[in-house]
């Protein structure tokens, strides 16, 4: 082999490795593109949180919501009539102006730079802080999709699954049962609408009547704050008696039989997502662990990465409602 050759397979090694390495999630991605990227998304979130305490469960569902249809990558931002966002799997989900408020804000310091999707992530991450949830960092360096449409969020997971159904759609995304459990258990913060409780409450499948997994303390509640034949618009906390703060409760509700969603409550009716709860209940768990704070946080990570589009992928996005 010349010499020249030589030269030339090395570059072409280099230039290789350099193109995969740049179509990485990374920690730091924009460490030198631009260097306030982070905190300008935590300031717009904590100022977000501070004036409506239930924006930080609505940026965690919006990453979610995000990610379970054609990956972490913004479509569920854009706007048009047949957008992605207006899916009937997507029915409540919002934060979009606060998205678009730090989009507005990097892009006045680094134009063209910090994609949607990543927002989006960074987001959700200072949502669960500011519920007094674990800090964390997570990986950037996703690029914005250019395809949003409503008919591809069929397979989103939904509140009336049953857990065989749910952990089918979490396996399709390369996520485990663990993971299912521990990003359901997101409900830690946040309401849902009555909208969402009434097949549970009055016509559950089979036999009609309500779900039996509602512990009878519970029922007369549910039933009072969701009435049948009234408005399917109130909303009311998921996490029974810590709707609010990001903690283990929402667990504890869903082996006590105080779920409020039926999809929380069908956890405990399978042996492997079960075994999750009960891990945390363990009374060496405070000692031995497992950690519910640090397994939340390394299934959010994993869920960030599903179905990414980084290097020459997708686009960066000027605002993110609209492609380029």
């Known amino acids: 082999m010349t010499k020249f050759m030589m030269i030339l397979n090395l570059l072409l090694f280099l230039s290789c490795f350099v193109a995969i390495s740049q179509a990485q999630l990374k920690f730091g991605f924009y460490a030198r593109t631009c260097p306030s990227a982070e905190s300008v998304v935590r300031s717009v979130v904590n100022d977000a949180v501070r004036n409506n305490a239930n924006m930080a469960a609505v940026l965690l569902r919006l990453h979610f919501h995000d990610c379970f249809v054609e990956g972490c990558d913004g479509s569920i931002l854009i706007d048009g009539p047949n957008a992605e966002k207006h899916a009937f799997g997507h029915q409540g989900v919002g934060g979009f102006e606060v998205i678009e408020r730090a989009k507005g804000a990097l892009e006045a310091r680094c134009p063209g730079v ?33 395809v949003s449409d409503v008919s591809l969020a069929d397979e989103l997971p939904d509140v009336s699954d049953s857990v065989q159904v749910l952990k089918n759609k979490f396996g399709q995304k390369g996520m485990t049962d663990k993971d299912l459990v521990l990003l359901s258990a997101a409900h830690t913060i946040g309401t849902t609408a009555c909208f969402f409780m009434t097949k549970r409450l009055y016509d559950f499948f089979p036999g009609g009547g309500s779900d039996p997994d509602i512990s009878p303390t519970l029922l007369p509640e549910l039933k009072s704050q969701c009435p049948r034949n009234g408005d399917v618009n109130v909303r009311l ?29 069908r956890l405990n009716d399978d042996a492997s997502t079960r075994a999750v709860i009960d891990s945390y209940f363990s009374p060496l768990a405070p000692i031995l662990g497992p950690s519910f704070q640090e397994d939340f946080v390394n299934s959010m990570v994993r869920m960030g990465q599903i179905g990414t589009k980084t290097g020459s992928q997708g686009e960066i996005r000027r605002v993110c409602s609209a492609f380029n």
């Open 114 to 146: 910090v994609s949607c999707a990543d927002i989006v992530t960074m987001a959700a991450r200072d949502a669960v802080v500011m519920a007094n949830g674990p800090e964390y960092e997570v990986l950037t360096g996703r690029r914005d999709g250019r």
């Open 237 to 265: 906390g998921i996490d029974h008696g810590s709707p609010r703060t990001f903690d283990v409760h929402i667990l504890q509700n869903i082996r006590d039989g105080f779920a409020v969603l039926a999809s929380d409550a």
